[in-house]
């Protein structure tokens, strides 16, 4: 207000109507003001770089004229004006821009000053509401690329483009905030494309669906799916749905993480049918949640799709029993399955696995049998997962036949147990002695596919110490290093351990050495437990060895005082053996 008053003043001081175009004689006599300068851009049809140069000599004042300041307050005047966005002068406040950079070192080889954030930020929102969209993509990637660095992260400038947005007042609009998102996506930047869409968010500017989508398919692209993830999941909570464009990104992802065809299974286990894409997404985000933890959100936002009939009714129902069991609410589990049968679903095989996994974990082994019998009498078939939690349950449960007969049962209809249930059979099996039944079973799961990890061959060598075979323990080891699994401390502690009860002292040694070369630091435990072991053995020299070690290569290792006092007696009787006075 103040602005525009002092402006007029000027104006009537010259002689000029306040709304006629300065002249350019009239000007050069005057101090180039920022709201001389922008009463002109707002007036002067077209502002060319001479027309601005003729106006706007570099007197020593035009000089002053283009810096910094100068340059942010004409561009908010601008901004703030509800007609500069009209043709034919949309162009003028990007044509000062780069006029002002340049006139600012005329002569000066140096390159021209560069412009400052908030300048740049200013003119993308003038722009933009100009729909001159080309333009404003251009300023902002290169505002992007001068003001952004790994020292400023992406807030600090979305702060600045979003401050320049609300000082345009009543004339903003939101158009340059999206092209933001656009902008990091065309960088490349998933991250922080993700970022400005929650930035602007927060402050009750959803973006586009067209910005949305351009953020996923610059996660999508960069093999960020986890930022793929958070847009897809952002953007259906924020209400702007998904249209093709967004289903066949999302279902790129899932295919590159190689989940496409599990949930595509999962859904079309459920529905009966395979199912469109869309519903095969959105139940693959809603079933990401949940594993995430965000359980309540998940259910909430079932309920939105299946009002948006973007979700079948027994895909949404079946869901929510899921998303209950995953939380162990298994009363609002089986309410809910009630619910879906009262509204004409069926029940179907994955409710019934969700409802048996719950009832597995609860330790109520015998209601989950008694869920499977009820499954096969409506003929729907069991799968990987229901045999899994089965068997977990079961030996969970220390029920050895029956996890056994559900293995075979498993194993016979072609499926391959997830290596997690498979260390619980393991586990249940070693703890009941049966070590080599155990491995035979890790023979038949590895056959038809079964990849075991650290823990499986953990089970093993513990298995194998409580039978005493030292040879099991020590070819599981190598079976071990043969698949490059790397043995950690705890297994060459089991190992070392079993083979010095067995007696197998030197042997046990020798791990000490192995563990030495492949970098694993003993603990003092073990050094301990081999001088004892030798001592018993009578080999006091290798105790004693093993001893000067130990105290060498870490000052908090300390011999127990059982080995330390046996350590001693030995010596005292070997030194009283070998006195020439006794
Ligand atoms: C989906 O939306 C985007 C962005 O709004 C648009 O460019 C695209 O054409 C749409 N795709 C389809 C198939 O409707």
């Known amino acids: 207000m103040n602005a525009a008053k002092s402006g007029g003043r000027m104006f009537a001081r010259l002689g000029i109507g306040l709304g006629a175009v300065p002249t350019a004689s009239a000007l050069s006599t005057s101090a180039a003001t920022p709201q001389l300068i922008s009463h002109y851009l707002l007036h002067e049809p077209r502002a060319t770089w001479e027309a601005l140069s003729a106006a706007f000599p570099s007197s020593s004042s035009a000089a002053a004229a283009a810096h910094h300041g100068h340059a942010d307050a004409v561009l908010l005047t601008l901004a703030k004006h509800p007609h500069a966005s009209a043709e034919p002068i949309a162009k003028n406040p990007l044509t000062y821009f780069h006029w002002s950079a340049a006139s600012s070192s005329p002569s000066s080889p140096s390159p021209p000053h560069s412009h400052s954030l908030r300048s740049y930020c200013l003119l993308v929102h003038l722009l933009s509401r100009a729909a001159l969209f080309r333009d404003a993509s251009v300023l902002i990637q290169s505002a992007i690329a001068k003001h952004s660095s790994s020292s400023s992260p992406a807030s600090s400038f979305l702060d600045a483009f979003f401050a320049a947005y609300e000082d345009s007042g009543t004339a903003a609009t939101t158009r340059g905030l999206h092209l933001l998102v656009h902008a990091y996506a065309r960088l490349r930047l998933p991250e922080a494309a993700l970022e400005s869409c929650r930035y602007l968010s927060d402050r009750g500017v959803v973006p586009s669906l067209s910005a949305f989508n351009a953020a996923l398919h610059a996660a999508r692209g960069a093999g960020a799916f986890r930022v793929a993830w958070e847009v897809f999941e952002l953007m259906t909570l924020k209400r702007v749905y998904a249209n093709h464009s967004t289903v066949e990104l999302v279902v790129g992802v899932l295919s590159r993480e190689g989940e496409l065809a599990r949930t595509a299974a999962l859904v079309g286990r459920i529905h009966g049918k395979k199912c469109a894409p869309s519903v095969v997404v959105h139940a693959a985000l809603v079933l990401r949640m949940v594993e995430e933890g965000r359980v309540e959100q998940a259910i909430l936002l079932v309920k939105r799709l299946l009002q948006r009939n973007i979700l079948l009714d027994d895909v949404a129902y079946s869901l929510i029993v899921h998303a209950y069991c995953c939380t162990g609410a298994l009363k609002s589990a089986i309410e809910q399955c009630d619910d879906m049968f009262r509204r004409g679903c069926r029940l179907n095989a994955f409710v019934y696995t969700c409802l048996i996994k719950a009832h597995c974990h609860d330790g109520t082994v015998d209601k989950a049998l008694q869920l499977l019998q009820e499954m096969l009498s409506k003929g729907l078939k069991p799968y990987d997962a229901t045999y899994s939690h089965l068997i977990a349950g079961c030996f969970r449960q220390g029920k050895v036949e029956e996890g056994l007969e559900y293995f075979k049962d498993m194993l016979r209809e072609g499926f391959v147990p997830d290596v997690k249930s498979c260390n619980k059979m393991l586990e249940g099996l070693c703890n009941a002695g049966e070590v080599c039944k155990a491995n035979d079973l890790l023979t038949a799961a590895m056959d038809k596919g079964l990849v075991p990890d650290q823990d499986t061959y953990q089970m093993l060598i ?39 009860e067995r007696g197998n002292t030197a ?7 192995v563990m030495k070369k492949k970098a694993v630091a003993p603990t003092g435990g073990l050094y301990d437990l081999l001088i004892s072991s030798y001592c018993e053995k009578g080999n006091t020299k290798r105790a004693l060895w093993l001893y000067d070690k130990m105290m060498t290569e870490n000052e908090n290792f300390v011999p127990s005082a059982d080995t330390f006092m046996m350590l001693v007696r030995r010596v005292i009787e070997v030194k009283t053996a070998c006195s020439p006075n006794s």
């Open 462 to 500: 513990v298995g194998y110490g409580k039978v005493g075979d030292a040879q099991g323990i020590v070819k599981i080891y190598h079976e071990m290093e043969h698949k490059g699994l790397k043995p950690g401390v705890d297994v060459y502690a089991t190992l070392i351990r079993c083979l010095c």
């Open 507 to 513: 042997e046990a040694d020798k791990f000490l050495a």
